[in-house]
């Protein structure tokens, strides 16, 4: 195929990836400000400003390693090297089967994952396309672990903060002392570990890379 021949093919790439886009945000968001909306910390119209702003910023700062995951991490691209007008039907197609069952679960209410769909999908266009050699199930083995793993460990951490939180805080007979010296803490804890994650693994060319080309 010459280069031509595939740029309707990614002008409907692109059309989709706005669909899907579109689509993990009307799940994702809700997931992440949902408790913040309700309580009302937030209303909706900034909750929509926020996640518009800090969705698009983490993507762009921490998607790289995701998108060179989804990429070639989970299926073996070199089945691919003499049909690539196959490969790009076949991504494209996944990310359609994702938009479209993640648009659903919106409309119905439903808390799922969109990493859990864009994983599937790809899977899914990988065995019809190739079988199942062209899926690198160890990588899989380790993505899926992740999903149990990652709640749990978050799970406990987020229990001994709480913990940590009540005895040197809430517990005291004035707590607001004490809440506002540990307010500088839990800020430059969270930015550390935020800058951390985008100079490690997050944008291209991060310590990680560099370490390695060392």
Known sequence: MALEEYLWMVVVGFIIAFILAFSVGANDVANSFGTAVGSGVVTLRQACILASIFETTGSVLLGAKVG??????????????????????????????????QLIASFLKLPISGTHCIVGSTIGFSLVAIGTQGVQWMELVKIVASWFISPL??????????????????????????????LPVFYAATITINVFSIMYTGAPGGLQEQGQGD
């Open 68 to 101: 060179e995951t989804i990429r070639k991490g989970i299926i073996d691209v070199n089945f691919y090297d003499n049909s690539t007008g196959l490969l790009m039907a076949g991504e494209v197609s996944a990310m359609v089967g994702s938009a479209v069952w």
């Open 153 to 182: 460990l978050s799970g406990m951490m987020s229990g001994a903060l709480f913990l940590l939180i009540r005895f040197f805080i809430l517990n005291k007979e004035d707590p607001v002392p004490n809440g506002l010296r540990a």
